[in-house]
C-alpha cells in the first residue's frame, strides 16, 4: 500500500502530486470523466458488468431486484454528464456513483509521465466528500 501522500497509485501508473494542497479525507481511488461521446460505451460496460455480477450487487445496493437497479442507474447517467466512478478490479477498474452537475468542484494538479492530472474533490448535498483523478485533457 502506498503511504506517500505526494504520489498516488492507480491503474499501476504513478501519480506524483504537483502541489500539496490539504486534502485529509480524500478517497484517490476515483476518477472522473465529462462524458461526451465515450459515456455511451461506459454506461454499457458498468450495466453489463453489474448484470453479470447480480449476487455481488444484490449485497450492496437497496433494491431487491438488480434489474431495478440497473435501470434506476442507466437513468440517472443518461441524466448526468458528470459520473464519478469508483476504482473496481474487476470492472476495468469502474465502478459509479452518480452526483448532480452543481456540486463544489476544486482541483489539486498532479502529473503522470508529464501528463497533467486533475485531482477533483466533490462537496455533494449530503456534504459527503470523494475525490478523483482526471486526465485534464477531458
Do not use: W
Amino acid at each position: 500500500m502506498n503511504t506517500d501522500p505526494e504520489t498516488v497509485i492507480f491503474n499501476g501508473q504513478i501519480f506524483t502530486k504537483v502541489n500539496t494542497k490539504e486534502n485529509d479525507d480524500c478517497l484517490l481511488g476515483l476518477i472522473a470523466v465529462l462524458v461526451d461521446e465515450y459515456y455511451l460505451n461506459l454506461k454499457m460496460r458498468v450495466l453489463s458488468y453489474i448484470r453479470d455480477n447480480r449476487e455481488y450487487f444484490k449485497r450492496l445496493v437497496p433494491f431487491q431486484e438488480i434489474d431495478r437497479f440497473c435501470e434506476n442507474v442507466e437513468q440517472k447517467i443518461t441524466c448526468d454528464n458528470l459520473v464519478i466512478m469508483q476504482a473496481l478490479a474487476d470492472c476495468t477498474n469502474l465502478n459509479i456513483t452518480i452526483h448532480h452537475r452543481s456540486i463544489d468542484i476544486n482541483p489539486i494538479f498532479y502529473q503522470c509521465e508529464g501528463e497533467p492530472i486533475a485531482e477533483i474533490n466533490v462537496l455533494h448535498s449530503k456534504q459527503k466528500k470523494f475525490s478523483f483523478l482526471l486526465p485534464t485533457a477531458y
